[in-house]
Structures are given as C-alpha cells and as structure tokens.
C-alpha cells in the first residue's frame, strides 16, 4: 500500500514511523527541510522536501499512484486544499486534518467527499472528547463506548482495597455481569487467562454494558472518589480549548497560560464561564492563589512532556487527586504511569488510530486507541458469509493479542462465551495490540 | 490635510436642501391660511443664495474628503443649519430676539426640544410644524439624513458618517453606506406614518398626530399644545406613545432587521436592547411604587404615569404628562439618573446609552475580580463579543467628557445665580438633549426666563452633546489644527 503523508509534524512523524513498521510504503513530505530531519535515516521510508499546496510537488511525492493521502500539517487550509489537489492527481482516498468543529457536522461530509476530501480528523477533539469522559467519571482511566453506547470499555487502575484481587480467572469468570478483556501490569499486556489472577496496582479493562458501570466502580473499590467539580488546566493550545467548552457547563474551569498574546486570543474562543490566568502553571504560588488546594482535577496541556508530567506530580502533591497529561512524547508513556500520573493523553496516538482504521479493507466502525497499554479496541459490524460466523468463538483460533469484547446485537450489548456464535449484522468489538489488528481482517471477509 | 473647497461645497449643497425643507412649511402655512409668507421666502431666498453661493466657491474636482474635513463639515453644518433655521422666527416677529431664535431652532435640529416659547397656541402652525421638522431632520442626524436621500458626497461619506454617529458604530446593513442610510431612513419614515396612523384612530386631528409621531420618533418631544400631551387627556394616546418612544430609542438597524427582514430575533438576542428594556422596567418600578405611596392616584394610573416619564427621560425625549418636579425630591432625582442612563446606541437619542453603560459596569467588576485574580486575563464581554481595550477607553474618556460637561455646565449655571437643583437639571438636560430640566425649569418651555449668556451656553452643550463632544470638541484640540 503505497502512503503519502503530508506534515511532518507530530502526527505526521508518528503516522510515517507508524506505517513504515507495518511495511508500507511511506513517502512524508513537508516544506521545511529541519522539520524531516533525519526521518530517512532512522526509518524505512522516503521523505521529502515540498508544498503539499503544490502541484508539481505532490506529483513528485507520487500521489497519482498513491492509495492513501494524509494531510497533517499545522494549517487546515492547506491540509483541505492539498486533498483535493491529491483527489484530482490521482489519490484513492484521502484523509484531512481539520481545526473547526463545524466541518465534523455529519450534514457537511457530503459536501467534503464531493470535493475530494474522504474524512476528516480532528485530533484536538478526540482528546477533548477522552479528557472530558475521563473527568465525568474520574475513577477510572479510560471509558471507550461501542456500538451507541450498547457496551463500554474501561480501564480502571485497582488499589489493595478492590474486591477481585488474587482470584484466579476461572473462579472469578463464574456468573459476572463483565469480561475483563486485558490487564496491563507494569510494561506487560496480559490477555487473561485461566489461571492469572489481578494484583495490586494493575490496570484493568472490563468490556460492560452501561447499567454495570456502578457494580465495576464498587467491585474496584472507588466509592470514596468525589465527582470533580473545579478543574486548572495548563497550557492553553487548542486541546485545552476544545475541552474547555465541552466542560465548561458542569465545572467550573481555569486555563493557566504563559503566553499573553495567547492568553487574549483564547478569552475569545471559550466560553464566558472560563477564567484564563497569565501565568506559569509551574509557579507553586501561583497555583495556590488559584485554589489548587481546592481543585478536583489538574490537566495538563503543555507544549512539553516533560513540564506537564512534572506539573502533574506538584498537582498530586498539592492534594489534587484526579490528574490527566498529555504526553506526546510516546517513550514516556509508561514510565509516566509508573510514576501515578493518572490519565494520559496523547494526540498522535489517536490520530493514528483513526487512520489506521481507514486503512483497513474490511469495513470497521470504529478503532479507538488505549492510551495506557499499546492496543486498540475495534468494532467490526459482521457481513453475512464472514469466515467469524462459520465457528464458535473457542474455535475461531484467533491470534494471540486479540480477544472478544463482546457483542452487540440488535443494538443490546452481549458477553461472548467459548461456545458463542457470532451471527450475521452483529457487531463484534476485539481488543487487540497495535499490530494485530491488520491480522484480523480476514475474519472478517 | 483639509479641502475647504470641498468643505464649502458641501455645506452649500446642505443649505439648498434646508430650503426644500422649509418649502414644505409654505403648503402648511397656505392650508391653514396664515400670513407667514415673506418669513418663509426671505429664508428660502438666503438659504439658496448662500447655497448657490458656496458651491461656486467650493467648485472643483477635488471629491476627497479627510477625516478632519469629516469633523469640520458636521459641526459646521449644524451650526449654519440652526442659523439659518432660526429666520422664520425671527423675520416673522414671533421669536423676537436673535438669541431666542436660535436657541429654538438648535434645540429642534438637537432633539431636546427645549423652547423659549411661553404661548405655544399662538403661534402659526406652519412655524409649529417647522420647528418639529427640525427635531425630525435632527434625529437621525443632518448628514445622515442627507445621504439617505441624495447620496452626493461620494467617497466622503464614511468620514462624515463617522462624526455624526449616534452612539458605538454597528455592523453596516449594508456594504454601501448610503444604502445603509436609506434603509434605516426608510424604516424611521415608515415608523413615524404608522404613528401617525395610530394617534389619528385614538382621537387627535391629521397636523397633531403627524406632528407628534414625528416628535416621538426623533425623541426630541416637542408638542404642538401649550398643555403637552396631558391636553390630550387620553390614556390610549399616551400608551401610542410610550410605545413609539421606546422604538425611537431602539437601535433603527435592529429595528430595521425585526420589521423589514422579519427577525425579531435579533432584537431581543442583543444586549444592549435587553438592558435598555432592564434599565427601562426597573426605574418604572421603582418609580411606580414611589408614586403609589406618595401621590393619589388611580393603580393604573400610577403605572401609566411612570412608565411614560421613565421612557421619556430615559429615551431623552422630554415629553410630561404631570409636572414632576412636584414630586417628592427622590422621585425626579431618580428620573434625572434615567436622564444619564440613555437608550441605546443608532438611535435617535442622547446621553450615555445603554451600552456604555453596561460596558463601564462590566469593566467596574473586572476591576473586583482581577482583585482576587491577579494574573487572569478577564475580557469584557457584551453577549458573543469582546470590546476591545480600545472601545473600553474610548468609552471611558467619553464618560468622563460627559459627566464634565455637566459638571461644567452646573458651575456656569450657578454663576448666573440658578439653584444647585436648576443648574443640575438644566446642565444634564441640555447636554442629554432631554428637554425639560429639574425645579423651576421642569417644563420644556420655561427656558424663556434664562439670561441670555445663559442660552448660548445652553445651545453649545446641546450641540457638543448631540454630537457626543468627540466632533465638536476635537475642533478646540491644537493637535487637530496642526499641519503634520
């Protein structure tokens, strides 16, 4: 599959790296030269000096052959018009990086595919959208839903104080209204098995239905955690934003910015409830003459990894229980959560895993991306004749790495057993790592 | 840079429109069979002469105008209007004194609608008339009302526009100013017909109810009977006007968009209507209930009565019903703040206006919360929008020139030996362009008894303060006569 991703920006070098470890073939270009950097040196791909506005350039990449164009620079503009003038060369699909909300409205995809533009992303607000779930229950790490909210996935982190620890998997499995589809313990993914037990400060994902969250919550030992109410948020880039206003009716939020430019500029996108603060969100007197003794949760959003870990860890200490950091920079990832940062957010992965679904050839709904382990949780709506549909799921001889979620039929959410037979129109949601996903295409044909 | 060829030009071309004007008095005299004739054609007759004059003069093809021949243009011609404006009073004896004379006209041309006349039912009607097509000129501004109908300034228009503005500039209707101009026109003719209409059904003859609606709709609440609106004597007339003097302080693009393009909507999203409307309902409240307590009167009768006082001052038209300075001191000090409130901004009235004032409140609790917030950034905020820092402090100096003017005013007022409560009245009034002051000047017509020092100085603050003293004022700034 031949790729060309315009940006190299840090969706775009994610994406590139991404792909290029799946053995397709990448070609990444970007105007300034420093922005490639040594892309072609460190990974199997080629990279590329041009405009994605211009034609003879996007020539030059091979967008006439190419099966896939991704337009991620910083600049919506560019990144429509470079679609379109790679829809018009040659490109089978292309996909868009957009920074307006307006455009996502299902009334305007019409519109886009006529011009050329196949789908949009908006990275910003698929991190807002996690960051705002994650508030609303801020027990728990992650909520993913699935098939209209029919089954949800959560990850929660279990203290000492959890009620399903040490029970070995085939006791524990007996008559639960949950499956417990992976646990990550320290760097390890453990898809469970008979004889493995939950332990102590592992992160568990149960695939539920909606009505069970509460019984998930009590079996996790999570009553005490209070709903937050007061949010500080640092940085104010346009995650921030986003979330902001996806928050701002039920909390009550405070955006801490360094830049004061930024800081006029931003009293304009958000809401009248949002106080924005010039300031240093690392400044210890600063974050206590705004209350942060008093603040429920601490979001992170600076430009560097570094800074928001740290900040968060000050947060924790200052006796914010409920903190969430975006951190890009993807090494960092696991030692943040051994470090109890809380909820981790991170851009590129997202991205990615939206585009990766697009380049799937069998139909899927939905991949949506696990910020704290490397998997993906995706749904697959079921074709009549699917090789899935021939056997019970124990025989199905799915690759390691890949488990059943679960199930929706009939828009119910369904438990799947050994014995199970996925039937035609069913929705099936699979968690599985990153680079099992392709694997999983031919169940599904 | 200024053009004071094109300057007289223009001024010219205004003059020979002011006779048009007048020549409509001529077919009210002619109807009502006055002998008024030579006081008319001796004006028209200056003004043409003086108008053919200047565009001679002012002849070239030069059509640039500057901003600072902007600011020359519309103060001069305000004050040229109300010269020869003055003539018919004069010439025709019944406005003996020059003085008198031309502080009749400027309070028209002005919207206050105070008078020096004591015996209004003496007068022609033809002269009644002119002075309430002064007010009606006046209310949506000389130039304004010149460009709406004949669009011959050119490129100019804008640097006029801008000095004679009512108010903080809006989004333009239009593109094109001059279309601007002709729908907003269009709208304050078709609102003063339908008041026309409205005030001959409930009971008042065709001259009456036509020059009332066009008093209403300019807010500048001159009557055609000594008595006022209380000779009337029908709550059904008093209720028409309320109703015309708050659209009169409406913002006419709003108005415009409600009527013509069927969005009400739009009126009542905008913040600066629903605090005109707040500000409106809590001095009628609380008005009401002090009249209620104080004064003898009927339930109704209190609610009507404070509500048409409240809209009047609040929109400076100036029109009474009772003689408020009657009332209880508390009462008529808390109208006089309505006096400083104001309507709202592109409209026909004076003072502050809604929005500045909700502006400056917006800025007074900034001010608190950046107490306990140190370093946040708080805008300002009207609805959706941010006011910027340059409107804030625009607004600021304004207040500050307002509330100076009257505070000048008060002094000046008082040398001539007024009470502290006449000069008060009479200050905030005239530079409000209301009409009726507080005491012994409550009543628009009392004027008469003022020295004549006093009156001049009473048509400069009416002046400076119908062209929100940035127009007139700028012409006393050294800087503004400086060649670079």
Redesign the interface.
């Known amino acids: 599959m031949k790729i060309v991703i315009a940006g190299a920006g840090a969706v775009g070098t994610h994406l590139a790296k991404m792909l290029s470890e799946e053995n397709e073939n990448v070609v990444l270009m970007d105007e300034h030269e420093e922005r490639l950097g040594k892309m072609e040196s460190m990974f199997d791909l080629k990279a590329m000096v041009g405009l994605p506005t211009r034609i003879s350039d996007l020539e030059a990449a091979g967008v006439d052959s190419a099966d896939l164009f991704v337009a991620v620079t910083p600049d919506e503009s560019s990144n429509i018009t470079a679609c379109i003038l790679a829809h018009y060369l040659g490109a089978k699909k292309t996909i868009a990086r957009i920074d307006n909300y307006e455009y996502l409205q299902p009334k305007n995809k019409a519109y886009f595919e006529s011009l050329g533009v196949n789908s949009l992303i908006y990275p910003e607000q698929l991190a807002a959208e996690e960051i705002a779930t994650g508030i609303k229950y801020s027990w728990m790490r992650q909520m993913l839903e699935f098939g209209d909210g029919a089954l949800v996935m959560i990850g929660v982190k279990v203290r000492e104080n959890s009620g399903i620890l040490n029970i070995p998997f085939k006791e524990l499995a007996r008559d639960i209204p949950y499956h417990i589809v992976a646990i990550q313990r320290g760097d390890t993914t453990i898809i469970p098995r008979g004889n493995d037990v939950i332990e102590a400060d592992d992160l568990v994902c149960f695939m539920t239905t909606k009505d069970q969250i509460p019984y998930i919550r009590s079996i996790c030992g999570k009553e005490k955690y209070t709903e937050v109410q007061s949010i500080i948020m640092m940085g104010g880039g346009r995650i921030a934003v986003r979330t902001a206003n996806l928050i701002s009716k039920k909390v009550s939020v405070k955006i801490i910015e360094s830049d004061?430019k930024r800081?006029?500029r931003?009293?304009?996108l958000v809401d009248?409830s949002i106080?924005?603060?010039?300031?240093d969100a690392r400044d210890p007197e600063?974050l206590a003459?705004?209350g942060i003794h008093e603040t429920d949760a601490f979001i992170a959003l600076g430009d560097s990894s570094e800074t928001n870990i740290l900040a968060c860890l000050s947060a924790k200490r200052a006796g914010v229980h409920r903190t969430v950091a975006e951190i890009e920079n993807i090494d960092y990832i696991s030692m943040a959560e051994s470090m109890d940062i809380g909820s981790v957010i991170n851009k590129k992965k997202l991205a990615a895993s939206n585009i990766f679904q697009m380049m799937l050839k069998t139909d899927v709904s939905s991949v949506k991306c696990l910020t704290f382990i490397e998997a993906v949780v995706a749904e697959f709506p079921v074709r009549e004749g699917a090789a899935i549909t021939r056997k019970p799921v124990k025989d199905l001889g799915l690759p390691r790495g890949a488990n059943i979620g679960g199930l929706v039929r009939n828009g119910e959410g369904l438990r799947v057993s050994g014995n199970t037979m996925i039937q035609a129109d069913d929705h099936v949601i699979i968690f599985c790592l990153e680079h099992v996903l392709k694997k999983l295409e031919k169940y599904f044909n | 840079m200024f053009h004071p060829k094109v300057i007289l030009r223009i001024i010219g071309l205004l003059l020979q429109l002011e006779a048009v004007f007048l020549a409509l008095c001529i077919g009210i005299s002619v109807y009502y069979g006055e002998n008024m004739m030579p006081a008319y054609l001796y004006t028209i007759a200056a003004l043409v002469g003086t108008g053919l004059l200047l565009t001679y003069i002012g002849y070239n093809k030069e059509r640039n105008i500057s901003r600072k021949d902007g600011y020359i243009v519309v103060t001069l011609c305000w004050i040229v209007y109300s010269l020869f404006g003055a003539m018919p009073y004069y010439i025709s004896g019944y406005i003996p004194s020059i003085t008198d004379a031309f502080f009749e006209t400027m309070a028209g041309f002005t919207t206050t609608g105070a008078s020096v006349v004591s015996d209004l039912d003496a007068l022609p009607r033809s002269l009644v008339f002119w002075r309430i097509m002064t007010q009606w000129i006046g209310g949506l501004g000389i130039v304004f009302f010149t460009v709406a109908v004949l669009p011959i300034f050119g490129l100019g228009d804008l640097h006029l526009f801008a000095a004679e503005t009512i108010g903080i500039a809006r989004a333009k209707l239009h593109p094109r100013i001059s279309v601007t101009a002709r729908w907003i026109m269009t709208i304050y003719v078709c609102l003063t017909i339908i008041e026309t209409i409205c005030l001959k059904l409930a009971g008042m003859g065709y001259f009456d109810a036509l020059c009332h609606a066009m008093s209403t709709m300019s807010t500048g609440g001159i009557s055609t009977k000594a008595g006022g609106i209380a000779a009337f004597n029908s709550p059904l007339i008093e209720y028409i006007i309320i109703a015309f003097m708050l659209m009169g302080g409406t913002s006419f693009s709003l108005l415009y968009l409600a009527i013509f393009k069927l969005r009400p909507g739009d009126l009542f999203r905008d913040q600066e209507f629903k605090s005109y409307l707040k500000m409106v309902a809590i001095f009628t409240v609380v008005i009401g209930i002090g009249l209620y307590i104080t004064e003898n009167m009927s339930a109704e009768g209190t609610v009507r009565t404070a509500l048409f006082q409240v809209v009047s001052v609040i929109t400076t038209t100036g029109f009474s019903t009772v003689n408020y300075s009657q009332w209880t001191p508390v009462l008529w000090l808390l109208l006089s703040a309505a006096m400083f409130v104001g309507a709202c901004s592109g409209s026909t009235t004076g003072a502050m206006k809604s929005i500045r004032v909700a502006i400056l409140g917006r800025v007074m609790q900034n001010e608190f919360k950046r107490i306990i917030h140190p370093n946040a950034v708080i805008p300002v905020r009207m609805g959706r929008s941010i006011i910027s820092e340059q409107i804030q402090s625009a607004i600021m100096a304004f207040t500050l020139l307002y509330v100076g003017m009257v505070i000048v005013g008060i002094f000046v007022n008082m040398c001539f030996g007024l009470n502290l409560v006449d000069a008060y009245g009479l200050s905030l009034s005239s530079v409000s362009n209301v009409g009726p002051g507080l005491g012994n000047y409550s009543s628009a017509n009392a004027m008469v008894t003022l020295p004549t020092p006093l009156k001049w100085f009473y048509c400069f603050q009416m002046l400076v303060g119908r062209l929100e003293f940035f127009a007139v004022l700028l012409l006393f700034t050294p800087v503004f006569w400086k060649r670079r």
């Open positions: 004061m800081c006029r931003l009293v304009e009248d106080m924005i603060i010039n300031g600063l003459s705004e």
